[in-house]
């Protein structure tokens, strides 16, 4: 068996599976028990099955153990390995069923012990094994789900320590690999599939409790119904759980609470201080000896405590031997699904002595005398002379789990504490029974699930599957079949409302045991066990079993939680249980009896036959008992009345109360959320309608959905009826007129730009008929946090308009991860952006929040529902029967019977109170002045049984007159569901006319309600009745139906989609609910194709994890494709999510059954590579790079082989993904070679219309990274520039991946020595991603670091270090310390501050640099930037040396940087250009920045060359800085700024605020001194000097410096304005509010420069006049969304309204500023509206404006020779020989020759400057057109090398 192993293992060149490993392990024979040294009196006073600390052996995988008392450490396969074959046949356990006492003297401890030194032996030659399992065990296999604490009481301790595992969430003091080693062998003990069964040798024993019947009586007699009630749970609650101790103090386990016994299982345990026979090793004491005293030590203990009881009596018996435990059941944690069972002949031979004991006895086998109470009195006796604790180890055994596996925790050294503790593992809670889980789970009561301790008419079904009596699990076939009869007779019990007590083997053979009526008031318990009983009866025989009976009985029994906290469950016991078990052992063979009781109350529904009488024991004399045979149809009458309107009652006011407190937050600008909780049927959604509709009246807009728990798979669905109600809604608001579909108004959103095209992305992933296919692919690879932050932005744009507003998400199914964490954000942003808003969230019980939302939890009003008081039923039904008068009563009796039958549920009050009026059941006494009920039966001696108690009755007794075919199309309809569209399911009308059948139900009888196509049921509670008609065979043969029709009809899945619903997962469900797996596998496939098509992973994972759930359960063989195929696809959509160990077990485990078929893979070479590239990529996204190109190495070369016509965007993506691993791994020669072969094959699916073109772009994108690396600078700006183009074209500006696209053009260009035209690009990018991703995200600080290397390209290092600075705060705080990623950013930094002349800190950062990479690189790696980093360190010290050599030398020593300060020189350009100075007052008005946009165009056509912008007009640095800003975003960042002088103002005057705005150390202190270095430079008579504000700097410059002036000025072109110039021999300046600013400057250049003949020229504002803007051209511009654009836009409306606002004051209002006195309301409408001032003026002008003047373009325009001749007409003045020009000299000759032209003319100016700057940089690049042959070439030759 070792060297079947260790050859398995070596032929193995991968990691061995999970699955394989265990297999191994299954082969070699691990024993179940584990043995220790026995004593007879160690035992007593421990923690039952609490593994003692002192000698413990190592827990390393490669270390033996040294422990003493002769422990054996078993190894890795030392574990309780569940058994799914049959033992061998020399093996113990074939004498299973044989008398014990014919093994008793066999001693198998020898064997044990030399195979346990065997398997030692075989994992110290296999070490390989142990490392491989530590490995695996590490990982999370999304099964370490622990199981509630409270909820372990439930389960016995064989199952809590077979379902042990380590609780991970507390610390541990071990290693990785030792808590590796733990987690796998726990593992390994638990079932992996059932059936299981394993073997163990122990006692059995039961103690029966007798007494409870005649108690229950006789305390009823004495206290009354209700406290009698109370008073007998508490004893018997007493007594049980003083049992229940005493079998835990003694080591053993209570495995069921079967009614009114326990049995119980007392394993052969040893410990540490057995007593061994030096010579022979032996055990003087056998661990069986021992085993016996303790049971028999317990029984005396319990009979003691009992003897003095006077109401209880027990008797048992007991049998040790061979105990086979079967695992039955399906994998779940669904509780209910599993059943532990215990057979074998002790339990047989303890049954049998169970029955000859008499009270206060209890029989020991082998035994002739049994144990009585009176040696129990003795033996306590003893116990309080010893001083022994009796409760000792009891308390702390509470919830107490011990892996089984005792190797565990062996070491000496290892302890609990250092294990963590352990836990039990939630697959174990489908064990729990379904009355505890519901007990467990339940919050409070509610109407249809009260759970309390109570005597309750219950009726019970025993099922006796007498074919098992004898079951040997060593017949496979028979085994299975009693896990099929398991599963089967559960699901008809939970079908049937009912719940699954037991299945046990007792002393009446193999037993299932279900209880009706226990848990629910709902229906009627008798009506559903007899349908149970007939149900469970038909399907024995479908499985063929030739042996089995059932019995059925009703009546009151004792329901309620029994047990102390360390061992409890929920219980049905009482006579009738006993009866039930009677009437199945004397039911006929194959055949069912039932009580009378059951008879007397089913026989309206059910047919029966009475059977010959019987007599049966606990009974006197014969009785007949019934056979059911057939249901008996009804034929149904009439339709329900209309719902009453509200009432609200006392219990409901607190809740009212609250929700229109929330909705009065809301109202106050505090947004609000509530969850409304609560059973069904107890009026949540009227009392949320009540709320709304007095919300609708205060003005708030009411968005309602509904969603059932079949919408939980559906990601963003119950906000899917929301987003397009507030579309629609949105849209109609904005036209006028009413949109029928939501595409309609999405498309009208979109164009009135409320949405932009990432919103309609973000909008179709909750509504999907809105989605744009071109842009789905975004969502690939977006983090699931982005991604909701995203969807909420859009979402916000339109949930802000409909304020206040309230959304309500009411339903019965859970809400899904991705909601809540969409319901998260938008309360955390609604108090800024959308404050007026209340949500209401309604569900049956206490919402399940994500994590992610729990600040909702935290924030939100809790509101609770419950059902009424029977005070208030008696008030609602004073309503429902109209009494007014305080004098009339109602009979006590009536309020009882309807506050019994309907539990305190408004609507089932209304529900029977309306029956029994319209039955006249009801009538007025008028000597009492009550309202009662009439005797229709003078024989009955309790009218109340005139009203049903099953409520369907009621319910459904509008419809006892529908048509047989009405009927079948409510039943289809119960069966789809609680709502659907039509249009879905219009299959259906073939040949079942289903829709017309719903369509009359709902007009005429209305059954439904409906919008559209859209229906959903009128009442829930009649759905759910309608539902419960259906037994389970009907349902599959309804399901069957459904899914038969739409394969008949062919209906095309994508027609359906566009409904919002995915038919493939509906269909899915129908096949499943039919139980036709395999069609349920292929449809969830289908769906979770189509989720992750649409990137919508979240739902994609659940899809494919419900497609592989149905894998299981197919019984014909799966190929392996069909197996791997879902796997694949869940690991990629983990991966998409973020949820990397999920996808890392997954594709694992994957990858491991590819390889272990390697026969199959071979013929599935596709397969093949799905699955390496699947973990390739996961291992990419962790960075993983050498593991993920092995895997790509593999997996392309195939890929190739089978896509030789390279035309497959399969291939090409898994082409582009291993050329990114090479790319990121350093092999930039081999990713541009693959980046250009997937490149080519994605160019050409674009051109077959197989691929998006935004897709091409990531291509673009990739390979321009993959240049850049390689310096290949020229054709990487290429394609990121193609990249730049298609994302402009697709997206939104402001998108991610456009920023993406910006950055990269920028570094390339900067790379190129073209920084000025990359800074542009680099602006927008960080302004985009500080909008996206806020100032502390990594991808802000890329940006920054760009930005700063293009500042630096350019010579202005100061504005460089300022970047870089912030973008390492960043990188400090969002990576760890010493992070990798930080030495780029480093190296910049060090450069910027050498540039900077701070050589001390450069040296500092670039030595960090070098400390960073020895702590993350390897000696080699990396190499080249190391090296670099030390030759800087060198040459920075050296040079720090000469500075210091030069201080001490007699040179001053320079301690203030600033003087070291390096400014860009003044702009030396080639270009043809004018040289031109600007004078500008910007921030002003916005004509000054229009004119810096028209003078960046004017620049790239090289007719102007701009040397300096000087800033005037006070505040100056704040001008300055605007001007700074502008010019770099407009690509001008080299010409230098300068800050001029006040401009005559005596205050501060406005400046506009822009985004673009920026403070830079470049910027010059004196203008002047600019304009003078300008000048000096410049050749003679060359430069224009332009003059847009205030003349006062131009004047400072004359005076200081008039012969530079003169020599070097060419012209001074002014926009301004003069006197008439025939007036006066010289040009004098007007009142134009530049010469107004200070006209004593003003006056001084024109006479200035008329005196020293320089030419001036002049625009005035009558030119303005003549060539006004229209806003539409604004609007155009904006729509390139560069940032001056938008704020040009934005600022003109302001710079209107303000002005609108000046001239309306009177003339001398300081108001006006220096605003001349002519500029009136009545010119401000004739100048900018173009018409007659009104007589009513308004508050704001905008919407009316025609025309808006832009002086200072046009003043630019005329510094251009070309164009002043083309479009302005000049009057020239001379003056001293010297030709001085006006444009515009009055209102009639306003100097423009062609209006149009002109506007024409610098329109495309403008719009041409935008787009240049953002991304049409004029540059060379050569590009290689061999290049590709080269290509082609290098492809082959790699191709060929790895084949």
């Avoid at 850049?1268 to 520039?1281: C, F, L, P, S, V």
Wanted: charge should be negative.
């Amino acid at each position: 068996r070792r060297d079947k192993i260790s050859s398995t293992l070596q032929k193995s060149t991968s990691t061995p599976s999970l699955d394989k490993l265990v297999n191994l392990a299954s082969s070699i024979n691990s024993s179940f028990i584990v043995r220790k040294k026995d004593d007879s009196s160690s035992w007593r006073g421990l923690e039952y099955g609490k593994p003692r600390l002192s000698q413990r052996r190592s827990l390393s995988p490669n270390k033996t153990g040294q422990g003493g008392g002769g422990g054996t450490n078993d190894g890795l396969l030392q574990h309780m390995q569940m058994k799914s074959s049959p033992p061998p046949e020399n093996s113990a356990s074939t004498s299973l069923y044989d008398n014990p006492s014919d093994v008793k003297n066999r001693e198998p401890r020898v064997t044990v012990r030399r195979q346990r030194q065997q398997r030692r032996k075989t994992m110290q030659d296999i070490p390989s094994i142990r490392q491989t399992v530590t490995s695996l065990g590490a990982q999370d296999d999304g099964m370490d789900e622990l199981m509630d604490r409270n909820a372990m009481r439930y389960l016995p301790k064989i199952l809590r320590d077979v379902y042990a595992q380590r609780e991970r969430r507390r610390d541990s003091l071990l290693g990785n690999a030792r808590l590796a080693s733990i987690d796998l062998r726990l593992r390994l003990q638990r079932p992996d599939h059932l059936p299981h069964y394993q073997d163990i040798r122990g006692s059995i024993l039961i103690l029966d409790l007798s007494g409870f019947t005649a108690l229950g009586e006789r305390l009823r007699s004495e206290l009354g119904s209700g406290d009698g009630a109370a008073e007998f749970a508490n004893r018997v609650n007493s007594t049980l759980s003083m049992m229940v101790k005493q079998v835990h103090r003694y080591w053993g386990d209570v495995l069921m609470f079967a009614g009114d016994a326990l049995i119980c299982l007392f394993e052969e345990k040893c410990d540490e201080d057995d007593v061994r026979d030096e010579s022979t090793g032996e055990l003087l004491i056998s661990v069986e000896d021992k085993t016996k005293k303790r049971v028999k030590e317990c029984c005396l203990s319990v009979l003691g405590k009992l003897a003095s009881d006077q109401e209880f009596s027990i008797h048992g018996g007991a049998a040790h031997g061979m105990i086979r435990c079967f695992f039955l059941g399906t994998l779940s944690k669904k509780p209910g699904s599993c059943a532990f069972v215990v057979s074998g002949h002790p339990l047989k031979q303890t049954g049998n002595l169970l029955n000859k004991a008499g009270q206060g006895e209890v029989y020991f086998d082998g035994e002739e005398l049994p144990i009585t109470e009176n040696e129990g009195i003795l033996f306590l006796a003893e116990i309080a002379s010893n001083d022994i604790d009796e409760d000792e180890g009891v308390t702390a055994a509470k919830n107490h789990v011990s892996p089984r596996d005792s190797v565990l925790l062996s070491d000496a050294e290892t302890s609990v504490d250092a294990v963590g503790g352990f836990g039990v593992n939630a697959y174990a809670r489908a064990f729990l029974g379904t009355l505890a889980a519901r007990r467990l789970d339940q919050g409070s009561q509610n109407a249809m699930s009260m759970l309390l301790n109570e005597l309750r008419p219950v009726a019970i079904v025993f099922v006796g599957l007498h074919d098992l009596d004898d079951i040997d699990p060593r017949d496979s076939s028979l085994l299975q079949l009693m896990n099929e009869a398991f599963k089967i007779l559960s699901r008809i019990t939970h079908s049937c409302n009912g719940a699954v007590r037991d299945m046990l083997f007792d002393d009446k053979g193999c037993v299932f045991i279900s209880v009706f009526g226990a848990h629910s008031h709902e229906v009627n318990p008798c009506f559903d066990a007899t349908v149970s009983a007939m149900r469970m009866e038909n399907a024995l025989k479908g499985l063929k079993l030739n042996r089995f009976s059932l019995g059925v009985s009703f009546g009151e029994c004792f329901c309620g939680e029994v047990g102390p906290e360390v061992r409890s469950d929920y219980v049905v016991m009482g006579p009738e249980v006993n009866m039930a078990a009677r009437l199945m052992s004397k039911a006929p063979n194959r055949g069912t009896l039932v009580s009378k009781r059951i008879f007397s109350r089913s026989n309206d529904f059910i047919h029966f036959e009475k059977s010959e009488k019987i007599q049966v024991k606990g009974k006197d004399g014969f009785f007949h008992a019934y056979i059911p045979r057939t249901r008996i149809d009804h034929q149904n009458v009439e339709i329900a009345a209309t719902q009453q309107p509200f009432v609200l009652m006392p219990s409901r006011q607190a809740a009212m109360n609250s929700l229109v407190n929330v909705k009065d937050q809301a109202a106050s600008g505090e947004p609000a959320i509530a969850f409304v909780s609560g059973g069904p049927f107890l009026g949540k959604s009227r009392l949320i309608d009540e709320v709304a509709a007095e919300a609708a009246s205060d003005g708030f807009t009411v968005l309602k959905s509904f969603r059932t728990s079949l919408d939980s798979f559906t990601s963003f669905f119950p906000l899917r009826q929301i987003v397009a109600a507030a579309m629609i809604k949105v849209a109609s608001t904005l036209r006028g007129e009413d949109f029928d579909s939501e595409v309609e108004a999405a498309d009208y959103l979109v164009q009135e730009n409320v949405f932009k095209k990432t919103d309609r992305v973000n909008i179709g992933s909750i509504v999907p008929q809105v989605a744009d296919a071109q842009l789905l692919s975004l969502l690939s690879g977006m983090n699931p946090n982005a991604r909701t932050k995203s969807i909420v932005d859009s979402m916000m744009k339109i949930l802000k308009l409909l304020n206040p507003l309230i959304i309500i998400l009411e339903g019965d199914g859970d809400i899904d991860p991705s909601s809540w964490s969409l319901l998260a954000e938008i309360m955390q942003r609604a108090k800024e952006e959308c404050p007026t808003i209340m949500i209401i969230v309604s569900s049956r019980n206490s919402p399940t929040i994500t994590s992610a939302a729990s600040n909702l939890r935290r924030n939100a009003v809790q509101v609770k529902l419950t059902p009424f008081e029977k005070n208030e039923t008696e008030q609602y039904l004073r309503f429902l029967l109209r009494i007014e008068d305080t004098e009339v009563g109602i009979d006590q009796r009536l309020i009882d019977v309807v506050h019994d039958r309907a539990n305190g549920c408004p609507l089932f009050i209304e529900s029977v109170a309306r029956w029994a009026h319209e039955k006249n059941l009801i009538e007025f006494v008028e000597g009492s002045k009550k309202m009662t009920l009439k005797m229709l039966d003078e024989r009955s001696d309790d009218v109340t049984d005139a009203i049903p108690r099953e409520l369907s009755n009621i319910l459904l007794a509008p419809f006892n007159h529908l048509s047989p075919p009405l009927w079948d199309a409510l039943k289809i309809a119960s069966c789809i569901g609680y709502s659907f569209d039509s249009d879905l399911y219009r299959a259906l009308n073939q040949e079942l006319e289903l829709i017309p059948k719903i369509v009359e139900l709902s007009e005429k009888y209305g059954c439904f309600e409906h919008t559209g196509t859209h229906f959903r049921w009128k009442q829930q509670a009649v759905y759910e009745a309608v539902k419960s008609l259906l037994m389970v065979n009907q349902r599959q043969i309804i399901h069957r139906m459904i899914v038969d029709a739409f394969r008949a009809n062919d209906i095309d899945p994508n027609d359906l989609v566009l409904k919002g619903g995915d038919v493939h997962r509906l269909l899915g469900r129908h096949c499943a609910l039919a139980e036709d797996w395999a069609a349920a596998f292929e449809q969830y496939i289908k769906a979770g194709d189509r989720a992750k098509a649409a990137f919508n992973f979240n739902e994609a994972s659940k899809m494919y994890e419900e497609a592989i759930d149905y894998q299981a359960k197919m019984t014909e063989p799966l190929t392996l494709r069909s197996r791997m195929i879902p796997t694949i696809n869940l690991g990629a959509c983990f991966r998409e999510l973020a949820r990397y160990r999920e996808a890392e077990a997954v594709l694992t485990r994957c990858l491991n059954e590819a390889e272990t078929n390697s026969a199959a893979i071979a013929l599935d070479d596709e397969l093949y590579v799905r699955a390496l590239t699947a973990m390739a990529a996961l291992h990419q996204a962790r960075s993983n790079y050498d593991d993920a190109r092995q895997l790509y190495e593999k997996a392309v070369p195939i890929a190739r082989n089978i896509h030789e016509s390279g035309s497959s965007l399969w291939l090409a993506g898994n082409i582009a993904g291993y050329a990114e691993t090479l790319r990121k791994s350093g092999d930039l020669p081999q990713a541009e070679l693959h980046h250009r072969e997937a490149l080519e094959i994605r160019t050409r699916a674009v051109e077959e219309k197989s691929c998006t073109e935004l897709e091409l772009a990531v291509s673009y994108t990739q390979l321009g990274c993959t240049l850049a690396g390689m310096r290949k600078h020229n054709e990487a700006y290429q394609q990121h520039h193609r990249a730049l183009g298609l994302r402009y074209r697709y997206l939104d500006f402001s998108h991610g991946l456009v920023s993406e696209s910006m950055n990269y053009c920028a570094e390339s260009l900067c790379a190129l020595g073209k920084g000025v035209e990359g800074i542009p690009l680099a602006l927008h990018a960080v302004e985009i991603r500080k909008t996206i991703f806020g100032t502390t995200h990594p991808a802000y600080a890329h940006a920054l670091s760009i930005l700063a290397s293009c500042y630096q390209s350019v010579g202005r290092s100061f504005d460089a270090r300022d970047c870089l600075e912030k973008c390492l705060e960043i990188c400090e705080v969002a990576f760890q310390r010493n992070h990798a990623n930080i030495i780029p950013n480093l190296m910049n930094y060090g450069n910027v501050l050498r540039s900077t002349g701070d050589l001390k800190k450069a040296r500092t950062v670039y030595q960090r640099a070098i400390a960073i990479h020895q702590l993350n690189f390897k000696e080699g790696q990396q190499a080249s930037r190391l090296e670099k980093c030390r030759a800087e360190v060198d040459k920075l010290k050296a040079e720090s040396e000469r500075r210091d050599s030069c201080s001490s030398g007699g040179h001053s020593s320079v301690e203030d940087l600033s003087s070291l300060r390096i400014h860009p020189e003044p702009h030396v350009s080639d270009s043809m250009g004018t040289p031109v100075i600007v004078f500008t007052d910007i921030g002003r008005d916005v004509d000054d920045e229009m004119a810096l946009v028209l003078l960046s165009a004017l620049r790239r056509k090289h007719l102007l060359d701009p040397k300096a912008v000087i800033a005037t007009l006070s505040p100056v640095r704040d001008r300055a800085n605007l001007a700074r800003g502008s010019l770099d975003v407009l690509g001008m960042a080299d010409v230098p700024v300068g800050i001029g002088g006040s401009g005559g103002a005596v205050k501060d005057l406005e400046v506009y605020k822009a985004v673009h705005s920026r403070s830079s150390e470049s910027i010059e202190d004196c203008g002047i001194t600019l304009a003078c270095n300008v000048l000096k430079k410049a050749n003679s008579k060359s430069v224009q000097i332009l003059c847009l504000a205030s003349l006062s700097d131009l004047a400072v410059l004359i005076k200081d410096h008039e012969e530079l002036f003169i020599s070097k000025v060419k012209e001074v072109v002014v926009m301004g304005g003069l006197l008439p110039i025939d007036s006066h021999d010289k040009l004098v300046p007007d009142t134009a509010y530049n010469n107004n600013c200070d006209m004593e400057a003003a006056r001084f250049v024109y006479e200035s420069c008329q005196e020293l003949c320089v030419p001036t020229v002049t625009l005035s504002r009558w030119t303005a006049y003549g060539c006004p803007m229209r806003p539409e051209l604004l609007d155009e511009l904006a729509r390139t969304e560069h940032m001056v654009a938008t704020n040009i836009r934005k600022k003109s409306k302001e710079s209107i309204d303000q002005l609108w606002k000046k001239v309306v004051l009177p003339p001398d209002d300081p108001g006006r500023e220096k605003l001349p006195s002519r500029c009136d309301a009545k010119w401000f409408y004739k100048t900018f509206i173009g018409k007659e001032l009104p007589a009513e003026l308004p508050t704001s002008v905008w919407n009316d404006v025609e025309k808006l003047n832009m002086y200072d373009p046009l003043a630019v325009l005329m510094c251009v020779s070309s164009y002043r001749s083309t479009h302005f007409r000049c009057t020239e003045k001379v003056v001293n020989e010297v030709s001085h020009l006006v444009v515009g000299v009055c209102e009639q000759e306003n100097g423009i020759r062609n209006r149009k032209a002109l506007f024409d003319e610098y329109s495309a100016l403008f719009l041409y400057a935008m787009q240049a700057s953002l991304y049409e940089p004029k540059i060379n690049i050569n590009y290689n057109s061999n290049f590709v042959d080269e290509v082609t070439s290098k492809r082959s030759a790699l191709v060929n090398r790895a084949a």
